[in-house]
């Protein structure tokens, strides 16, 4: 099994609400793993057989680069499969990763969105295997410690939460009302 690698391509889209709660362009970061069986390339030697990260560099970039926005940054991720199908990846399993490096004010690091999909053939749709949100760096300003002296000003804590698989997954709701439960 061969894999085929797009890596931090870094463009500036709407996807759902900014950190100010704006429908506002914002920067993003998308990486796209896809396994594919490229046997029959290597064992002819033929490029024109294989399937090249360049392919999915140009396919992805003509479709983040209509103005149409996205509703969330689930539309994108499930624009980004529906594409897959339309360009004909074929891939025996997808990882796309959104990285929203400004997605909420109190996280340094940005917020995360990955989704793992695996198909049983090459025509069969994607079906989602696992998905996972994190928000890293959230400064968080707390009081710790039990005695007097170390209780009279607040310290500051980062935090990495990770979720995999949350039931009723929205990310946007995570994004915002679960962040601001930790931060408070």
């Known amino acids: 099994m061969d894999t085929i690698f797009l890596r931090n391509l870094r463009v500036t889209a709407i996807v759902g609400r900014d950190a100010w709660q704006r429908d506002k362009a914002q920067p993003i970061a998308i990486s796209i793993r896809l396994k594919k069986d490229l046997t029959l390339a290597a064992q002819s030697d033929d490029v024109n057989k294989t399937f090249s990260y360049g392919t999915l560099f140009k396919d992805v970039t003509g479709f983040?680069?209509?103005?149409?926005?996205?509703?969330?940054?689930?539309?994108?991720?499930?624009?980004?499969?529906?594409?897959?199908?339309?360009?004909?990846?074929?891939?025996?399993?997808?990882?796309?990763?959104?990285?929203?490096?400004?997605?909420?004010?109190?996280?340094?690091?940005?917020?995360?969105?990955?989704?793992?999909?695996?198909?049983?053939?090459?025509?069969?749709?994607?079906?989602?295997?696992?998905?996972?949100?994190?928000?890293?760096?959230?400064?968080?300003?707390?009081?710790?410690?039990?005695?007097?002296?170390?209780?009279?000003?607040?310290?500051?804590?980062?935090?990495?939460?990770?979720?995999?698989?949350p039931a009723g997954f929205n990310f946007e709701s995570l994004q915002m009302d679960l962040i601001n439960k930790v931060v408070e």
């Open 64 to 165: 983040l680069n209509t103005d149409k926005g996205f509703s969330s940054v689930r539309d994108l991720q499930l624009g980004l499969a529906q594409l897959s199908i339309d360009r004909q990846w074929k891939g025996k399993d997808m990882t796309v990763n959104i990285h929203l490096p400004k997605g909420h004010l109190r996280v340094d690091g940005g917020l995360y969105l990955s989704r793992v999909s695996a198909s049983t053939s090459p025509l069969e749709v994607h079906q989602k295997v696992r998905e996972t949100f994190s928000a890293r760096g959230m400064r968080l300003a707390c009081i710790i410690g039990v005695n007097p002296h170390e209780r009279v000003q607040k310290q500051t804590v980062v935090i990495d939460l990770e979720i995999s698989d």
